[in-house]
């Protein structure tokens, strides 16, 4: 159980991270952000969470407010299962977490 809570938290880890590093580089990059390496890369890392997203929102929500929204979801998730990380270490002992 404890290797299914590691691996989800780190997903969103990554997640989290490439969604920070885009909005970053797109700001720092400005209108010619999709000419960007560094910026299309990290679009192929979070295009499968950003559709996802996409899915499960209604149609009101504006499409430039999905990644916004991508963000959000994630970080919850990714709280979530921090909590349950830290709930089970506590029940098998902090030695066996480490």
Same mark, same amino acid.
């Given at each position: 159980?404890?290797?299914?809570?590691?691996?989800?938290?780190?997903?969103?880890?990554?997640?989290?991270?490439?969604? $920070?590093?885009?909005?970053?580089?797109?700001?720092? $990059?400005? $209108?010619?952000?999709?000419?960007?390496?560094?910026?299309?890369?990290?679009?192929?890392?979070?295009?499968?969470?950003?559709?996802?997203?996409?899915?499960?929102?209604?149609?009101?929500?504006?499409?430039?407010?999905?990644?916004?929204?991508?963000?959000?979801?994630?970080?919850?998730?990714?709280? $979530?299962?921090?909590?349950?990380?830290?709930?089970?270490?506590?029940?098998?002992?902090?030695?066996?977490?480490?």
């Amino acid at each position: 159980m404890l290797l299914i809570v590691s691996s989800v938290k780190l997903v969103a880890e990554i997640a989290l991270m490439a969604l $920070a590093g885009q909005f970053l580089l797109g700001l720092l $990059a400005g $209108a010619k952000r999709n000419d960007n390496f560094f910026y299309r890369l990290l679009q192929v890392l979070t295009n499968p969470f950003i559709k996802g997203v996409r899915r499960i929102t209604p149609r009101v929500v504006i499409d430039r407010h999905i990644p916004l929204a991508t963000f959000l979801l994630i970080a919850m998730v990714w709280l $979530a299962v921090t909590i349950v990380k830290i709930n089970l270490c506590l029940q098998i002992g902090v030695q066996s977490c480490q």
